[in-house]
């Protein structure tokens, strides 16, 4: 998009049938709509995501500054809300509701937030997983570590024990020093194929971008000062290539020597998401999204538009999902069922008419702390070779605002080097 905006010649090679990786849909039969692989919020700011909607002109299918607060569905069925206030000390102030705190926890929760914020302040934050800087602030009560392991699993993917600290901090500290607007949290009134690759694609297509989707690039080679593509029988010849993937399909195209030196592909593994989609046959959920407290599932949300009385269309994502498998439909569905109708009283009476269990293997990659300091740069001592994707040293966590950032800070070095 970047490329294409500064009126470069661009084709886009796209292994899929349809643009947006993980952020895209799948047409279910049984439940005659378009299922997300894994429902997204959409964080004021992911400036760099936004961004790329507003000129696809698909932001306005993104629903912000209707609610101010996450709500916390308990095991016993009672509900917390965390205020989005207009700063850290009256955002922090909404945890005193959380009765399981103790005043000396909510006081190490204040203490906690506010080294993250600030980042530099934490010794050896680079070395640290969140566990360690946690432990050295003596934040340590099972209450506590579970905060933190609920906001790690969201923002990170991944449990305290093993993420890397520094990107979590970076991700809290854009957060709070964000403008009030900026923290604000949006929901996705259309299914993300619509938002993201639909939109993605007519823009690009107005703008003159040669799209090929559904090739498979096998392999990529430097030759005579400019870059060879390869898939199947054919080739491209490029004078500058943003590769856009994952570490291990990176190593797959760079197949020389010299190429593979770029980063240690093996060096990095992935953390798995899960999808749950089911549709009741009456509304169960009055609110747009919440955390489900002390559960297998992490996060529920009301899939689509709201309906009278709320949501009976519901997905459930379980992050870090390492052993959700080996249960039938019937085991997930009496499982799922069991954890919610006391959190959701609605449940109770209500029957499911449709479910579907989604998991994505490779969903983001697990940034421990010594994949942190492996994570490449865009740029590559090899001319016009760039590389990009949410796994790219950003700082960031592997979201959707790290791929939007990586993505335009290879477009920007890519134009200002042949300038």
């Known amino acids: 998009t970047r490329l294409a905006e500064a009126g470069f010649e661009v084709t886009l090679f796209e292994r899929s049938r349809v643009l947006g990786g993980r952020s895209t849909s799948f047409w279910e039969r049984d439940f005659s709509e378009w299922l997300d692989h894994g429902p997204h919020l959409f964080i004021g700011a992911y400036c760099e995501a936004l961004r790329l909607l507003g ?33 850290l000390p009256e955002s922090l102030f909404s945890f005193s509701r ?3 705190l103790s005043l000396n926890e909510k006081l190490n929760l204040i203490k906690a937030m506010k080294a993250f914020k600030e980042g530099s302040g934490i010794t050896l934050l680079a070395n640290s997983t969140i566990k360690d800087v946690l432990r050295s602030l003596n934040v340590t009560t099972d209450n506590l570590l579970e905060f933190f392991e609920t906001l790690s699993l969201a923002v990170m993917n991944a449990p305290i024990e093993t993420t890397a600290a520094a990107p979590f901090s970076a991700a809290i500290r854009e957060w709070f020093v964000s403008e009030m607007r900026l923290r604000m949290i949006g929901i996705p009134k259309t299914p993300l194929k619509e938002i993201v690759g639909d939109a993605a694609e007519r823009w690009l297509l107005k703008s003159n971008v040669k799209l090929k989707k559904g090739i498979n690039v096998t392999g990529v080679e430097r030759e005579d000062g400019t870059w060879n593509l390869k898939w199947g029988n054919e080739r491209e010849v490029f004078e500058s290539l943003i590769i856009a993937s994952s570490p291990n399909d990176l190593a ?18 992935y953390s798995p998401i899960a999808g749950i989609h089911c549709t009741f ?10 955390h489900l407290h002390n559960s297998q599932y992490h996060w529920i949300f009301g ?23 080996g249960k039938n439909k019937g085991e ?8 919610l109708r006391d959190r959701l009283p609605e449940v109770k009476s209500a029957s499911i008419l449709n479910f579907r269990y989604v998991k994505t293997v490779r969903a983001t990659i697990m940034l421990t702390p010594e994949v942190e300091q492996l994570r490449p740069g865009y740029e590559t001592n090899y001319p016009g070779l760039y590389v990009a994707g949410d796994w790219i040293d950003t700082g960031l966590p592997a979201t959707i605002e790290s791929a939007a950032r990586s993505g335009r800070s290879a477009a920007e070095a890519l134009i200002s080097n042949l300038k």
């Open 55 to 87: 000129v696809w002109g698909s932001i306005d299918d993104v629903q912000f500054g209707e609610w101010n607060s996450v709500t916390w569905l308990m095991e016993d069925g009672k509900r917390h809300s965390l205020e989005i206030a207009k700063s």
């Open 98 to 100: 959380f009765k399981y």
């Open 252 to 269: 797959r195209l760079l197949a020389t020597k010299e190429l593979l030196d770029l980063f240690d592909a093996e060096a990095f593994d």
């Open 281 to 290: 046959d009456k509304p169960v959920i009055d609110v747009p999204f919440a």
């Open 303 to 325: 899939r689509g538009r709201e309906e009278s009385g709320g949501w009976r269309r519901i997905s459930i994502i379980i992050s870090n999902a390492i052993g959700e498998d």
């Open 332 to 339: 997930q569905i009496a499982s799922l069922t069991c954890d």
